[in-house]
């Protein structure tokens, strides 16, 4: 819990059923590269994994970004209060929710195929997966 008494979420429940720390900018990477698919026709992206570029993204789609996260960490924090720890998907689910309602129709597309096949990968080649984020760009 914090000062005011509000629920922190720290951790996360992945699919497998492990915990894994609760880290918003995986939710800013993830609803950038659905932007990027959207905005490039799924062209490969040579900035996927970088935040100081933006993902790629100029600066209005990536300001979008970072309301859409803000309103998923909102979000996902203020349906934790009952103590329980989120997991991938709910999470996911609001992405979902939170692009659509913000009228990215297309975005929502891609992150809904983005989505499907992170749940289709073997596990094991995702086990080890480590994003490195450059701490001076946040979102959140």
Request: hydrophobic fraction near 40%; proline fraction near 4%; charge should be negative.
């Amino acid at each position: 819990y914090d000062a005011t008494g509000v629920r922190v979420i720290t951790e996360v429940i992945k699919r497998d059923g492990r915990r894994a720390p609760w880290d918003p900018e995986r939710i800013t990477r993830a609803i950038a590269l659905a932007f990027y698919a959207a905005r490039h026709d799924e062209a490969q992206n040579p900035h996927a994994d970088h935040a100081a570029h933006r993902f790629g993204l100029g600066f209005t789609d990536f300001a979008d970004v970072c309301e859409i996260t803000q309103l998923v960490v909102n979000t996902v924090e203020r349906k934790a209060q009952d103590g329980h720890d989120p997991s991938v998907e709910e999470i996911q689910d609001v992405v979902e929710m939170m692009i659509a309602a913000r009228g990215h129709w297309d975005v929502a597309k891609r992150y809904v195929i983005y989505r499907a096949q992170r749940s289709h990968n073997d596990p094991a080649a995702t086990e080890n997966y480590t994003l490195q984020i450059d701490s001076s760009v946040r979102c959140v």
